[in-house]
């Protein structure tokens, strides 16, 4: 049998053609796909930045705000412990009978009860506002109430400071 050494021609020619034209194919495809990884990976690093930017921001706003709040937070105990110490010693001061709180009195309810004369003679003593002095226990009681609505406020400021930082 003879081999018709123009068909093995034709069928190598084909298969060399073909060989080649997939190693072409190779190469192209090949550069293609190298050239979407690299930009794919351009784009995740660009993404990457970006959202490492926009955290760190957030944490540098965080760390100011959390500044802000400490300042806030030690306005307020100074505040606190400063109407702390004027209440105790204004306490301590109706106590030892060093301070006496007074009330004053309409004078003209006054007058009704009293023989005091209208107006002051050319020598004597001028008479001021009419005052009556409240019992030590009563002026506690009410020095107590201040303290609490000293304190009231005080919180009240601190919690507008508060929310007005959280508002920045």
């Given amino acids: 049998m003879a081999v018709p050494w123009k068909l093995v021609g034709v069928l190598a020619l084909v298969l060399i053609g073909a ?3 997939w190693q072409f194919q190779d190469w192209r495809y090949g550069k293609q796909l190298a050239e979407q990884a690299r930009q794919h990976t351009e ?3 660009q993404l990457t930045q970006t959202a490492a930017t926009a955290q760190q ?4 706003k965080r ?4 500044q802000r709040l400490a300042a806030s937070e030690q306005t307020h105990f100074r505040k606190m412990s400063n109407a702390q110490r004027d209440q105790d010693r204004l306490r301590d001061r109706l106590a030892t009978a060093d301070l006496r709180l ?14 005091v004369p209208a107006t ?3 020598g004597g003593v001028d ?10 226990t009563h002026a506690q009681r009410i020095i107590a109430i201040t303290d609490t609505g000293d304190r009231g406020l005080i ?6 400071a508060y929310v007005n930082n959280l508002r920045q």
């Fill in 102 to 115: 007074s009330v004053l009195i309409d004078a003209a309810d006054a007058a009704k009860g009293c023989d």
């Fill in 19 to 21: 060989g080649s034209a």
């Fill in 155 to 160: 919180a009240l400021q601190a919690c507008q």
């Fill in 63 to 66: 760390l100011a705000l959390e």
């Fill in 127 to 136: 008479h001021g506002a009419v005052r009556a002095r409240l019992d030590p």
């Fill in 57 to 60: 921001a957030e944490q540098d």
């Fill in 120 to 122: 002051a003679s050319a």
């Fill in 43 to 45: 784009t995740l690093n």
